[in-house]
């Protein structure tokens, strides 16, 4: 497609309930980050995939959250047990890394309240 | 270790004046510097970026932004403000190794008046 697309675009969702957010990059982009943005606040890092190197998860809250990327292509991040504080916009981005070609492309986000 | 800042969490200025979003930033090595903006109900756009070169970048919509290497900044101008111009604008910064992820401020809300 012609841009980072995501799925849903909202979430509703009980405590203690499992989620799986869906990022669709830009073709041809090897580096995908996933973000979240809490009501009012700055974009908080959580997992970034760059080629085949292993992923930088350094920003997860918790072991709670995972994230896969299949084929190098379409990632997944999935919260397990859900929480009233997870409630957020997930954002996630692409890149096409190399030289003067770094900056990212984002997606409208995922909100995900947690009631 | 790398890191953003974001002085000022709102800038006030009248339409027609001149503009500048503060950041000063953090990074090993050579940094690659970037302005997002995000408009309400709106994903992050990209403004512009410093990778190398002229230390004077010009983005998107008439903003730029000077990137001052012993100053570690690099703020946003934009010569007249436009109502239109009110959003979240968000700087971040990466290394130029590639094997961190963007770093992004906190951001700071720019409102221009009438």
């Known amino acids: 497609g012609a841009g980072v697309s995501q799925s849903p675009s909202n979430k509703v969702t009980e405590k203690g309930k499992d989620v799986e957010l869906r990022c669709d990059p830009i073709?041809?982009?090897?580096?995908l980050y996933w973000y979240r943005q809490s009501l009012g606040q700055g974009l908080e890092f959580l997992i970034y995939f760059q080629g085949n190197s292993a992923p930088d998860k350094s920003g997860l809250p918790s072991d709670r959250f995972s994230a896969e990327r299949t084929g190098g292509s379409v990632s997944t991040l999935t919260i397990q047990r859900t929480q009233q504080e997870d409630s957020a916009v997930y954002l996630c981005?692409?890149?096409?890394?190399?030289?003067?070609?770094?900056?990212?492309?984002f997606g409208q986000g995922t909100r995900l309240t947690v009631v | 270790a790398q890191s953003v800042a974001q002085p000022e969490d709102q800038v006030n200025v009248a339409e027609g004046n001149p503009l500048t979003v503060k950041c000063t930033y953090s990074v090993s090595g050579n940094p690659y510097l970037f302005w997002y903006v995000q408009y309400p109900n709106r994903g992050l756009q990209f403004l512009l970026k410093y990778i190398t070169g002229d230390n004077l970048v010009k983005g998107s919509y008439g903003f730029e932004a000077e990137f001052n290497k012993s100053q570690t900044s690099f703020h946003l101008k934009k010569p007249s403000a436009l109502v239109s111009d009110s959003a979240l604008y968000f700087c971040a910064v990466r290394d130029d190794t590639g094997r961190r992820a963007l770093t992004f401020g906190s951001g700071t809300r720019l409102q221009v008046q009438p």
């Open positions: 981005a692409s890149s096409l890394e190399g030289w003067g070609n770094t900056e990212a492309f």
């Open positions: 073709s041809g982009h090897t580096a």
